[in-house]
């Protein structure tokens, strides 16, 4: 009786870790759910425009990252590539409509508070070496990348993501929840934008110093 009640306590424990242990979707508003949440920009560059809702569908055109597109519809399961969770999504990007994969759509974008025409996307980047969650941020302009940096982190999400109202630097503020708890293994707490670069720090130097070389590192 010992052995079973063990036994069943070692099944209960090994679905909850499977349960846990799977990766959360990355999900998006639709047009008909809401039509300005349904506008988004690409995390991605040479993104695939395809006829249906797979990978193995016929691929219309390639999308630019930063390109923005309307959602218009969802497929009824997400698919898992490279550790992303996500829905194919039927988009409209100007007169052309076909599926792209969410995993390649930006949970958030930023624009930049320096000049307009540079945008910080956010999003996930799948798994790394040690199966550590890692996410993304790309500063992208007029389709183009100028930098990428990655994030380790098990607790980041994009409602964590915040770019700080400085009109002379581009400074965002991350963290893990609306109480500030921060959970990232290689522990920045900012990502700095400065001469075209994405740069990791963990503090800010005083207000003044800010203002001219904004970090330490």
């Known amino acids: 009786m010992k052995t079973l009640k063990n036994s069943m306590f070692i099944g209960l424990l090994l679905l909850a870790t499977s349960v846990f242990s799977q990766n959360k979707e990355v999900e998006f508003d639709i047009y008909t759910t809401s039509a300005s949440k349904a506008s988004r920009y690409l995390l991605?560059?040479?993104v695939a425009l395809r006829d249906c809702p797979a990978t193995q569908c016929q691929q219309l055109t390639t999308i630019a990252i930063g390109t923005n597109v309307r959602l218009l519809a969802k497929s009824e399961s997400p698919q898992t590539i490279d550790g992303v969770t996500s829905r194919w999504y039927k988009v409209k990007m100007?007169?052309?409509?076909?599926?792209?994969?969410?995993?390649?759509?930006?949970?958030?974008?930023?624009?930049?508070?320096?000049?307009?025409?540079?945008?910080?996307?956010?999003?996930?980047?799948?798994?790394?070496?040690?199966?550590?969650?890692?996410?993304q941020i790309r500063a992208i302009k007029n389709g183009v990348e100028l930098d990428k940096i990655l994030l380790r982190s098990n607790t980041l999400t994009y409602s964590g993501i915040e770019l700080l109202k400085n009109q002379d630097q581009d400074i965002i503020s991350l963290s893990s929840n609306e109480e500030g708890n921060f959970n990232v293994i290689d522990s920045p707490m900012f990502v700095v934008f400065k001469d075209d670069r994405l740069q990791k720090t963990t503090s800010l130097t005083s207000s003044t110093e800010v203002q001219n070389d904004a970090f330490k590192l």
């Open 44 to 46: 991605a560059d040479h």
């Open 94 to 135: 100007g007169p052309q409509i076909g599926w792209i994969w969410g995993g390649l759509i930006s949970q958030k974008t930023m624009v930049s508070n320096t000049n307009p025409e540079i945008r910080f996307v956010f999003g996930e980047a799948g798994l790394d070496s040690n199966s550590q969650q890692q996410f």
